[in-house]
């Protein structure tokens, strides 16, 4: 499973940046997905990059406020999230995918699960 880091608490409004990094899998080969459970709720799909990086998608609830890129060189993928808001609030995991299209649903994931890396956004 890929690494995922940078989560925390943070009050609505503020901001996080959220990395997923690699071992023992070439990241640079795959589109990567971000997820995302809240308590109480399954998995949801948050965004996805194309390998080369040129290809986005987000979900609507996270557009205009979320911008992930990657680094393939050094083999990460980050989720830039600004203007925190309550329903944020979850656990994040990032996953590769086959590929990076609209709609990203847990089903496209590959691998397992990590540990994921939680946040937590105070009204």
């Known amino acids: 499973p890929l690494v995922e880091s940078g989560g925390g608490l943070v009050q609505s409004g503020g901001s996080l940046s959220l990395s997923c990094t690699a071992t023992?899998?070439?990241?640079?080969?795959?589109?990567v997905g971000w997820f995302r459970q809240a308590p109480g709720k399954g998995h949801e799909g948050v965004s996805c990059i194309s390998v080369s990086g040129l290809t986005t998608h987000y979900a609507d609830s996270v557009k205009g406020r979320f911008t992930i890129s990657r680094d393939n060189a050094q083999n990460t993928v980050s989720l830039q999230m600004i203007d925190l808001k309550s329903e944020d609030t979850a656990i994040y995991y990032c996953?590769?995918?086959?590929?990076?299209?609209?709609?990203?649903?847990?089903?496209?994931?590959?691998?397992?699960w990590g540990q994921g890396t939680q946040v937590t956004v105070s009204s």
């Open positions: 996953r590769p995918l086959p590929w990076c299209q609209a709609g990203l649903h847990v089903h496209q994931a590959l691998g397992d």
């Open positions: 023992g899998l070439a990241l640079e080969h795959y589109p």
